[in-house]
């Protein structure tokens, strides 16, 4: 395409994405900001030969649009639709997947490496949200690649912290200047002039450029770590953004990182406005840029635990906050309003965050550390080593526990209940609803014997009645929820509404199972399980979350305690041992067989019903 074309190319394609993302719901205000990036990107680098990975992938929609999938953008982040992040599978032009930040300058190095080893010339583009730039992932990487002097291309999207303003035509001149072919031949010729005089002075003479060069244009630290730093430049200016591209694309030289500033919502007033509720979105009116939810009468389980913390805070000075850049998301920026010196929000860093809280702990104070369970996996060696060893009583709230819907397998929470169930010495407890989730804020609070981490799915509660303030449990206790008999359903987790549904409509049949609460999976209740174990023909257990959580508990303890040698069957129901795409949670549980129509069907094939027998019973209460 001409390149006096892109200017209108940019206009028409930010209006695609912003209209595609009315429809769906998705990413879209680090999206708007790389519009005129993605453009400058494709029409310089020759993809898919060359290789660009989006960290994150939460701005890689307009590369979307222009890779092959504009006519599918309207299924994103839908069942059987396009993934809301890169995927592999998905397309050619998406050389590695994201779901994680923070991973893209490791990835390119690989693929850089890569492509010397096996041969094949290629320019591999990392571009990575400043966001992401607060990881030590990405400084591991970029000490590495400075190390190598590999060839490897890394743009930092510049749309948040802003760490240095572009300034207008002289800032561009510059970084055209640093990256073009003249400046860096009459450096290279210096180079060669140095190395013939004495030893002592080629150091002083390296760091005289260096200093001379980040005195006009920043980028002291990325020079310390190898790269070449180009920058800061105006990410929505092509007339700025093209030649720099190109003279990068083609310099010989090793690693370099080219500053971009972009702003966050960039073309649309309402995402402009307000970065943070446009970050991600559901359906909205592209006129008005209101967002339309569905209205609940149960509060979100994330308010809940916002709420119960800030409770417990108001009459106990030494609970604190910590989180890994998701105030939102986790609800602490309610708690920061309250208590704004009592959180510390660490940046994208889930393992500095578990070592810090652990700091905390050590002190005498009593942190939550609030984390999704998705991002909770990069701190796991911090939750051995620095916490569970150690004794030290950090609070985990796990939100976004089990199927997350939209966002797909890269964050799914699926996996906290086992992981941290193999550590020795800590409580893990699971809400049923939101009243049992503002105890357990309660009971983590009280708890100071070790680490104690409870878990608490996306989305609206139960609408039970609240309790006006939690009480602790006792620990490693469940509760009986109906009595019955034959059948006994022990449920760990927000899955209890679907199990009592499906009690009912076993007691329609006649059956009256036993219904309990596990709350706990570590310390089981073992005297609960023994009675239930003892007293019914069937055991069914029910979680959110993979093999070797609560159902790979419970077994164990029935089959080390001899209470599988008799009549007793026992069916563990969990998330099946697979990745599964993205749908609406609904859909997935049901697939997975955890809804209250696979808990009936599980509950009468281990009863010994036929598939004749089955399909009456299952006309007879539908």
């Known amino acids: 395409m001409p390149r006096e074309n892109l200017r209108q190319l940019s206009d028409e394609l930010r209006a695609e994405m912003i209209d595609a993302v009315s429809v769906t719901g998705g990413h879209l205000g680090a999206g708007l900001g790389v519009v005129e990036l993605t453009v400058a990107i494709h029409a310089v680098f020759d993809t898919p030969k060359d290789r660009v990975i989006w960290d994150v992938g939460h701005q890689a929609y307009p590369h979307k649009i222009l890779t092959g999938r504009r006519d599918r953008m ?33 990835a390119g190095l690989g693929m850089a490496v890569a492509s010397d080893l096996l041969g094949k010339p290629r320019n591999v583009v990392a571009v990575i949200g400043d966001g992401s730039m607060s990881a030590g992932m990405a400084y591991e990487a970029m000490n590495n690649a400075g190390a190598m002097d590999a060839r490897l291309i890394v743009i930092l999207n510049d749309n948040d912290m802003s760490i240095a303003p572009p300034t207008g035509a002289l800032s561009a001149y510059l970084a055209r200047l640093v990256s073009g072919p003249v400046y860096r031949g009459t450096r290279e010729a210096a180079k060669n002039l140095v190395s013939k005089l004495p030893p002592f002075l080629h150091e002083p003479a390296r760091r005289t450029e260096e200093f001379a060069r980040s005195f006009f244009t920043g980028g002291t630290l990325f020079e310390e770590l190898g790269f070449y730093y180009v920058g800061p430049i105006d990410g929505h200016n092509l007339d700025h953004l093209l030649p720099i591209l190109d003279n990068v694309r083609d310099a010989a030289t090793g690693p370099i990182l080219v500053h971009v500033v972009t702003q966050k919502g960039k073309g649309y007033a309402p995402a402009e406005n307000s970065a943070d509720k446009y970050h991600g979105v559901s359906k909205f009116n592209v006129i008005t840029g209101a967002q339309s939810k569905a209205p609940s009468n149960a509060p979100s389980y994330t308010n809940v635990f916002a709420e119960s913390l800030i409770q417990e805070a108001n009459d106990d000075p030494t609970i604190v906050a910590v989180t890994a850049a998701m105030p939102s998301g986790t609800g602490l920026d309610k708690f920061a309003d309250i208590h704004p010196t009592r959180i510390f929000d660490v940046g994208i860093a889930e393992q500095h965050a578990v070592t810090f809280a652990a700091g905390l702990a050590s002190e005498g104070m009593k942190p939550f550390c609030a984390i999704y369970s998705t991002f909770l996996q990069r701190a796991y060696d911090q939750v051995v080593h620095d916490v569970a060893i150690q004794h030290l009583p950090v609070r985990f709230a796990i939100d976004r526990a089990g199927y997350v819907g939209a966002d797909g397998p890269t964050h799914a929470g699926n996996y906290d209940a086992a992981y941290l169930g193999a550590i020795p010495g800590i409580v893990q407890m699971a809400a049923a609803d939101e009243a049992e989730l503002r105890h357990m804020v309660a009971t983590a609070v009280a708890y100071d014997k070790g680490p104690i981490a409870f878990r608490y799915p996306r989305g609206d509660g139960m609408g039970v009645d609240m309790p006006a303030r939690g009480v602790a449990l006792p620990i490693g206790k469940g509760r009986i929820v109906r009595q019955g008999a034959t059948i006994a359903i022990l449920s760990y987790g ?9 009690a009912d409509k076993l007691a329609a049949l006649g059956l009256n199972p036993t219904i309990a609460d596990a709350r706990f999976l570590k310390p089981l209740d073992e005297e609960l399980i023994a009675k239930m174990a003892t007293t019914h023909d069937v055991l069914i257990s029910t979680e959110e979350g993979s093999i070797g959580g609560f159902g790979s508990h419970v077994a164990t303890f029935l089959a080390s305690n001899g209470l599988l040698d008799g009549k007793l069957r026992f069916r563990p129901l ?15 549980y049901a697939d997975a067989g955890l809804d209250r129509a696979g808990i009936v069907a599980t509950a009468l094939t281990t ?15 539908s």
């Open 574 to 588: 969990m998330i099946p041992d697979r990745f599964v795409e993205h749908s609406s949670q609904a859909d997935m």
């Open 607 to 621: 009863l010994g019903y036929d598939q004749a027998a089955m399909a009456a019973a299952l006309a007879q209460i």
């Open 74 to 106: 309207r299924t994103l982040r839908q069942k059987d639709g396009l993934s809301g992040f890169t995927r592999r599978e998905e397309s050619e032009y998406d050389p590695f997947g994201a779901g994680h930040s923070s991973t893209s300058i490791s």
């Open 494 to 502: 927000t899955r209890l509404g679907e199990v009592l549904a499906a």
